[in-house]
């Protein structure tokens, strides 16, 4: 069966920071990779997807970024947080039909 | 912009009752249509996925779908306490690749 882990799982990092959240998934091969992050108020927000290796789309203008260096990692990066990044970051990937299946999630607090 | 509305709540129902969950979207081409739920401080989990107009059950859920009304709802018979929770309405509108819009949720209570 296809897992989906996602670290670290809560992070508090000062404004100017930088930020690295990684994700792999295991049991597929090949799958669509999702970034989402969820702030209050605001919903579910996609940020990025990656249809394979080195392959990104961005879905959202921000001063973050994302990388898959392998085909079943995902990686969410930021060369300098600001407090507007907080939230709660969701990765995930597509199964059959369009079904999207979150890893657990990374609560990042810029303070 | 693909848009996806559901009344944010709470929704406070008593346990046993019927739970009726709304949710209206804006893409008239959208073709899947999925339920989610999320526990305070975790990540949404699949609960239904419907594609084809009419009522799709599972156990204790029935989703409906509606697409020249453009709306979706999830029916919880018989509710537990345990069905506390926000519930996510989430479309996709075609084309491969891109993820799924969700609404902001509805945060259910359910009244022992």
């Known amino acids: 069966s296809q897992t989906i882990h996602q670290w670290p799982a809560t992070l508090v990092q000062p404004v100017g920071s930088p930020l690295s959240l990684e994700c792999t998934v295991e049991g597929t091969s090949n799958p669509n990779l999702y970034w989402y992050r969820q702030a209050a108020g605001r919903g579910l927000q996609l940020l990025f997807y990656?249809?394979?290796?080195?392959?990104i789309s961005s879905e959202v203008p921000q001063n973050l970024s994302a990388s898959r260096p392998q085909d079943r990692q995902f990686i969410l990066s930021s060369k300098k947080l600001l407090l507007s990044d907080s939230g709660f970051y969701l990765c995930a990937w597509k199964g059959i039909g369009n079904t999207i299946y979150f890893g657990e999630g990374s609560w990042l607090t810029v303070v | 912009q693909k848009e996806v509305e559901q009344n944010s709540g709470p929704l406070s129902v008593p346990e046993g009752a019927i739970a009726s969950l709304n949710c209206t979207y804006s893409d008239r081409g959208s073709q899947s249509f999925f339920w989610y739920r999320q526990y305070s401080g975790k990540s949404p989990e699949l609960i239904m996925f419907i594609y084809s107009n009419g009522d799709k059950e599972d156990g204790r859920f029935t989703a409906q779908l509606n697409k020249a009304s453009q709306y979706v709802s999830l029916l919880i018979r018989d509710s537990q306490p345990s069905d506390s929770a926000t519930y996510l309405c989430?479309?996709?509108?075609?084309?491969?690749?891109?993820?799924?819009?969700f609404g902001k949720g509805t945060h259910l209570i359910i009244q022992p």
């Open positions: 990656s249809v394979g290796i080195g392959q």
């Open positions: 989430a479309v996709h509108s075609g084309g491969g690749a891109d993820g799924l819009t």
